[in-house]
Antibody
């Protein structure tokens, strides 16, 4: 079965960077897009971007461009999301989610357990 | 960006009731719409994709319909385990965007 295991909670100071990992198992890692999303406390879901683990092509929401970097290591079936220049309003649960299809990304079928990132001075 | 709206923002219904949530997109998204269920403290779960297709393993009491800008999500007979927040999401255009959610309670 598809499993996505994310790294543990992080506490960062404003201006710092955070890198969250997402280790995939139970399927061919390079076969499906991987998305990153976040959810601020008590708020809704916000899509940040996706990476095609096969081609290493990425697309991110414009509001995160310049601050977010999505990478992958196919040798260990792991995707990464790094967010720089952290602000207090970046405090959120961050999720990785595997796409349902191996083409035309958009349906988020399998989710990691979430990584809580807290930004506080 | 495509804006997604949902109504109602919350509802309370009895076990066995039919529950309907609507989702509207700010522009035509064809049928590129999914519905997710999120229980407190948990990651979201995909229920419906392509507006009306039931994800594998999801109970048949959940259904979706619509195309273009107007969509409907229905729970045919509400169960206690359906207490959750439900989100619609469009994937016609980047960035993918979500509705604000509908919180469903059982009376």
């Amino acid at each position: 079965q598809v499993q996505l295991m994310q790294s543990g909670a992080e506490v960062k100071k404003p201006g710092a960077s955070v890198k969250v990992s997402c280790k995939a198992s139970g399927y061919t890692f390079t076969g499906y897009y991987m998305h990153w999303l976040r959810q601020a406390p008590g708020q809704g879901l916000e899509w940040m971007g996706w990476i095609n683990p096969d081609s290493d092509v990425t697309k991110s929401a414009q509001r995160f461009q310049g601050r977010v970097t999505m990478t992958r290591d196919t040798s260990i079936s792991t995707a990464y999301m790094e967010l720089t220049r952290l602000r207090s309003d970046d405090t959120a649960m961050y999720y990785c989610a595997r796409d349902r299809r191996d083409y035309a990304p958009g349906t988020l079928a399998s989710w990691g357990q979430g990584t809580l990132v807290t930004v506080s001075s | 960006d495509i804006q997604m709206t949902q109504s109602p923002s919350s509802l309370s219904a009895s076990v066995g009731d039919r529950v309907t949530i609507t989702c509207q997109a700010s522009q035509d998204i064809n049928t590129y719409l999914s519905w997710y269920q999120q229980k407190p403290g948990k990651a979201p779960r995909l229920l419906i994709y392509d507006a009306s297709n039931l994800e594998t393993g999801v109970p048949s009491r959940f259904s979706g319909s619509g195309s273009g800008t107007d969509f409907t999500f229905t729970i045919s007979s509400l169960q206690p385990e359906d207490i959750a927040t439900y989100y619609c999401q469009q994937y016609e255009n980047l960035p993918f965007t979500f509705g604000p959610g509908t919180k469903v309670d059982v009376k």
